[in-house]
């Protein structure tokens, strides 16, 4: 039986992070759709992941509204705590990223659920993903004359929860009206298929493995109501990618499962063509992905597939080698309470502050019907994590 449970194999420790008097504390909040039919949303109160700190009242926001608010969606299939595990990892890669100006906001949804159900979940929370940030721009606007820069920050099926909030914003005449603008989107290894960024309905419809289903065209939306998109994927990503060799459950995950290409793993549809939003941009993040299968630091590999039904299991960790995890995109841990490396975030706090696109690395463009889509190819060693979490 082969049986591996790798723990943190990886390149040295690139960093260890830990909150200090010296480094400023990114303030937390949390808001959760989880549990209750009553309201489309909560705050929720106590304490952030491992007890380190306590999270702020999510009300304080419409009255401080600070000048950045990034809101942090995780992917499939967390539970409460499992979420704010990945929105503590946000929070220490910022403070390593010295990007402390700005509150953060975890969005928890029920995303622990089987895929199938997890996906329809997804685009039904991104109404209410909407409505808080419908609500949270317009009342600092109207009682307070603030004007708050929103960012969005999503990981694998937390792609579909940001994509859906969009296209609601765009139909929202509050938002409308008053010309309110996201001011930018990161998501990171997105597990939702490569052409729905498109503008084309036809697009989607041509595809067949997407009728019945919840993918739809977002390049609308995603044009008309943000300032700039950021696709950050990754061509090794285990969970997402093709396996040539093994190409079926449980060798090969995402294809197997939609029956085509995921936008995390290999950018936007490029064959057959798409017509893409002008403010779309692709980020080959491979390179920040280093080689480490215990993002999390819980002694356990992050993407462990069961290859035989029948005692005794075969399991198989797929984290093999550099770029292979799906789950370090927020960063990698040393301990429970220190930070290993920043994984990709370092790429979003680079597009934060506005830092020159030749300074990630080569630049390739591609137009699209009158949209020019930029493909960075970036050159960084980093980490990895996988399928427990599109």
Not at 6 to 27: E, M, Q, W
Not at 282 to 298: G, H, L, Y
Not at 366 to 390: D, M
Request: glycine share 8%; aromatic share 8%.
């Amino acid at each position: 039986m082969m049986t591996f449970l790798l723990s943190a194999l990886a390149v040295p420790p690139v960093l260890i992070h830990a909150a200090t008097a010296a480094t400023k504390a990114v303030p937390v909040y949390e808001i959760t759709t989880r549990g209750f039919l009553d309201k489309l949303w909560q705050g929720v109160n106590g304490s952030g992941y491992g007890d380190k700190y306590q999270l702020s009242d999510v009300k304080n926001l419409n009255s401080t509204c600070p000048e950045e608010v990034a809101i942090v969606v995780h992917g499939w299939p967390l539970n409460e705590n499992q979420a704010k595990e990945r929105l503590d990892r946000v929070k220490m890669s910022l403070e390593n990223n010295t990007y402390t100006n700005i509150s953060l906001v975890g969005f928890s949804w029920p995303s622990d659920t089987p895929w199938i159900a997890a996906k329809f979940a997804a685009k039904e929370n991104g109404p209410k993903l909407a409505d808080f940030i419908v609500g949270l721009m317009n009342t600092c606007k109207q009682q307070h004359n603030k004007d708050v820069k929103i960012r969005l920050i999503g990981h694998s099926l937390g792609a579909r929860v940001i994509l859906s909030s969009l296209d609601s914003l765009h139909k929202d005449p509050i938002w409308n009206s008053l010309g309110f603008k996201i001011a930018s989107v990161h998501l990171m290894g997105a597990a939702v298929d490569d052409e729905e960024v498109s503008k084309n309905p036809q697009d989607i419809l041509g595809d067949l493995t997407n009728w019945g289903t919840a993918k739809s065209d977002y390049g609308e939306a995603i044009q008309e109501e943000v300032v700039k998109f950021y696709n950050l994927y990754n061509s090794k990503d285990k969970l997402l990618g093709p396996n040539s060799v093994n190409p079926f459950s449980p060798y090969q995950i995402y294809p197997s499962f939609e029956g085509d290409s995921a936008l995390g793993q290999s950018g936007s549809q490029t064959t057959p063509k798409i017509s893409l939003p002008s403010n779309y941009v692709d980020i080959n993040v491979t390179k920040e992905i280093p080689f480490n299968n215990d993002s999390d630091a819980n002694g356990i590999c992050d993407d462990i597939r069961i290859l035989t039904l029948r005692p005794p299991f075969e399991k198989l960790c797929m984290i093999t080698g550099p770029g292979d995890s799906h789950f370090g995109y927020f960063g990698f841990r040393a301990t429970k309470l220190t930070l290993k490396d920043d994984g990709a975030m370092n790429v979003v706090v680079n597009n934060w502050k506005n830092i020159n696109s030749t300074d990630l690395g080569n630049v390739d463009t591609v137009n699209s019907n009158g949209g020019i889509a930029t493909h960075l190819v970036k050159s960084v060693l980093n980490e990895p994590s996988l399928f427990t979490s599109p």
